[in-house]
C-alpha cells in the first residue's frame, strides 16, 4: 500500500468537543479509513448509554457546517470555545 502524508490532527486526543445537536465526545485519535485513507477522527461519547464504544467520522465532516434553524453552525465546536463544560461521564454499563 503506498505511504501518504500524515495529516494534521485539528483535534488532539483528550479534547473535548459539542455536537450541534447538543452531545459532548472526546476525541481518542485519529485514523485513515482503509477504503479511501482519508484522515478521519475516533471519538467517544461523555453522556448516555454507548460511552464504551468509540466511533470515526471522517476529518471533513468536523469542519462541515449545518443549516439549522438558527443559521449555520459548525458540526463540531471545541468545548473550550463553546464556553461550556463537558457533562460528567457515567458510568460504564457493559455490555
Known sequence: MPSKPAHP?????????????GGHYTVVGSCLIEATLQPGVLYKPLQGDSQDVT??????????QIATA???VMRFVPIADAHEKAPAPQGSKGF
Open 9 to 21: 490532527q485539528p483535534f488532539p486526543p483528550g479534547t473535548q468537543l459539542r455536537h450541534y445537536k
Open 55 to 64: 466511533w470515526m467520522r471522517p476529518l471533513a465532516e468536523f469542519h462541515d
Open 70 to 72: 438558527e443559521g449555520l
